[in-house]
């Protein structure tokens, strides 16, 4: 069911490029094994988003390292630092969607899909990874304390 802007399938392609980058680290393999494997084709969005997000996933990491304070990105939970590294994908690459879009949903997935404190988490390092990412772009600044 879609609302008509498309954000309804995109959500959904979200929360499968989610699985895909969840099930390939818990499997030690590439998306692009996951993705072979799979019966029926997969939205493109949500292809796009898994092989950038493998294709960038040093960079990536680097950022979010930066930004996420007193934790590594190797001791994230798995389940967070698949959605951080999907949402960091779509701020450095995806400029067709709206960072508060990109955040909201990443912070929706956290909330649904891991725990009561990651979506506090998730918001807080996406922030200051769109202040980096996306600092002459279509977000206002946000005043971080701390």
Not at 89 to 96: K, N, V
Not at 108 to 128: P, R
């Amino acid at each position: 069911m879609s609302d008509g802007s498309g954000f309804t399938g995109r959500r959904a392609a979200r929360e499968r490029a989610l699985s895909f980058l969840y099930e390939a680290e818990s499997r030690g393999c590439s998306v692009e094994a996951i993705l072979d494997e799979l019966p029926l084709e997969v939205d493109a969005f949500a292809v796009d988003l898994v092989t950038g997000v493998e294709s960038n996933q040093a960079a990536i990491d680097t950022v979010l390292a930066a930004h996420a304070h007193g934790w590594t990105v190797g001791r994230m939970p798995s389940i967070d630092r698949a959605i951080l590294r999907l949402a960091a994908y779509e701020l450095g690459h995806r400029g067709d969607v709206p960072t508060a879009v990109i955040i909201n949903e990443a912070v929706d997935l956290a909330k649904e899909y891991s725990t009561e404190k990651s979506g506090g988490f998730v918001n807080g390092v996406l922030v200051a990874v769109a202040d980096e990412l996306r600092s002459d772009r279509d977000h206002p600044h946000h005043e971080q304390s701390g």
